[in-house]
């Protein structure tokens, strides 16, 4: 089946620095990727989607200078945490999509840790 | 907007318990519907799904029907095992591939 892999699987950074998380998909071409970030015990907010070669849609209230997206080829697209700070610690997910697939396949998460 | 509504948890049951995890959904048109699991430490997986109505997706002894007429897709499973502890989101696909998710629902299962 299609495989998404997440790097880092988990990261701690200081507060003020940035941090980069990949998104891949290992044995499909992703047209579409999707970033969601998931808090303690509660649901998936998709933050942004993300074409190949454009730029990502942002969800309302996703500050996008502060999230980069960046989907810069059929498989890879990364999302960067620019100036994190504590609230931004969470578990940010990727899920990507090919027109010949009828359903969305998940990585396996990042958590993201911000001392 | 579309939206989904499933039971809050945690739900607790013993082992070969009758499972049901309600959900309901608001949408515009006919969205497919699905259920994801995501066991601890681990990415969510599809669990199954339903494109139409009157659909029954199953997989793993899950099953769940595409019920229109009570906009409704409950998760069921006749006899649960510990294995099945983690947490279940129910889903819907709206026109431009975005899923919005249920709360989620975190099922123990107790020996």
Redesign the interface.
Known sequence: GAVVSQHPSWVICKSGTSVKIECRSLDFQATTMFWYRQFPKQSLMLMATSNEGSKATYEQGVEKDKFLINHASLTLSTLTVTSAHPEDSSFYICSARAPEFDEQYFGPGTRLTVT | GDSVTQMEGPVTLSEEAFLTINCTYTATGYP?L?W?VQYPG?????LL?A?KADDKGSNKGFEATYRKETTSFHLEKGSVQVSDSAVY?CAL?SS????I????T?LIIKP
């Open positions: 497919s699905f994801y681990e990415g969510l997986q599809l799904k494109t989101f696909r431009n591939y975005q899923l998710w249920g709360a989620g975190k």
